[in-house]
């Protein structure tokens, strides 16, 4: 079955640093995947988005990288801050089957920040 | 614009008993999903409704079901609850364009709780 699943659930940087968080999928159907940042008590917020047609995506700090070919997407945050600290979740939405326009989400990782 | 709203934010529950969750989308949105968040399970996908049609459906037993109605609000309820539907429920619309590609935006989430 497709599934989407992270490499490291914890990660914890310095103020400054950039930080990389991993994500591996298994569906190569999947035509559409999003980085989302899930802070305490809160539901999750869209952080960055990347179509399977692209291999990078950039926004204000944030880069998508998408390796198809191994099935892996990265989010890239550059000089993180604390208040960059939640868990964040890749998810992909199935391109076709029982998955068709159904977001399937990672475990997500734990982005600890110290200032 | 306003965001997702999800009524009730916390709710406390007996086993066997029935529980009616409420989740407005953002005006405009026509598809309305559902998730289960656990710490075990993550982030479960329930449903998706669009003009008041389920359109897709997770892995979840009959007790779990769902409706939207035609101002694109919509309802999910469970039956006959077990100590394992403690989790927090998530609501998400999007604008529902074809083929269901499109950013979803998350409300806060009911925070359920079985006793």
Not at chain 1, 9 to 24: F, H, K, R, Y
Not at chain 1, 35 to 44: D, L, T, V
Not at chain 1, 58 to 68: A, D, H, Y
Request: charged residues 15%.
């Amino acid at each position: 079955g497709e599934s989407v699943g992270l490499h490291l659930p914890t990660l914890s940087v310095q103020e400054g640093d950039n930080s990389i968080i991993n994500c591996a999928y298994s569906n190569s159907a999947s035509d559409y995947f999003i980085w989302y940042k899930q802070e305490s008590g809160k539901g999750p917020q869209f952080i960055i988005d990347i179509r399977s047609n692209m291999d990078k995506r950039q926004g204000q700090r944030v880069t998508v990288l998408l390796n198809k070919t191994v099935k892996h997407l990265s989010l890239q945050i550059a000089a993180t801050q604390p208040g960059d600290s939640a868990v964040y979740f890749c998810a992909e939405i199935g391109a076709g089957g029982t998955s068709y326009g159904k977001l399937t989400f990672g475990q997500g990782t734990i982005l600890t920040v110290h200032p | 614009k306003a965001g997702v709203t999800q009524t009730p934010r916390y709710l406390i529950k007996t086993r066997g008993q029935q529980v009616t969750l409420s989740c407005s989308p953002i005006s405009g949105h026509r598809s309305v999903s559902w998730y289960q968040q656990t710490p075990g399970q993550g982030l479960q996908f329930l449903f998706e409704y669009f003009s008041e049609t389920q359109r897709n459906k997770g892995n979840f037993p009959g007790r779990f079901s769902g409706r939207q109605f035609s101002n694109s609000r919509s309802e999910m309820n469970v039956s006959t609850l077990e100590l394992g539907d403690s989790a927090l429920y998530l609501c998400a619309s999007s604008v529902g364009l074809a083929g269901g590609l499109t950013e979803q935006f998350f409300g806060p989430g009911t925070r359920l709780t079985v006793l």
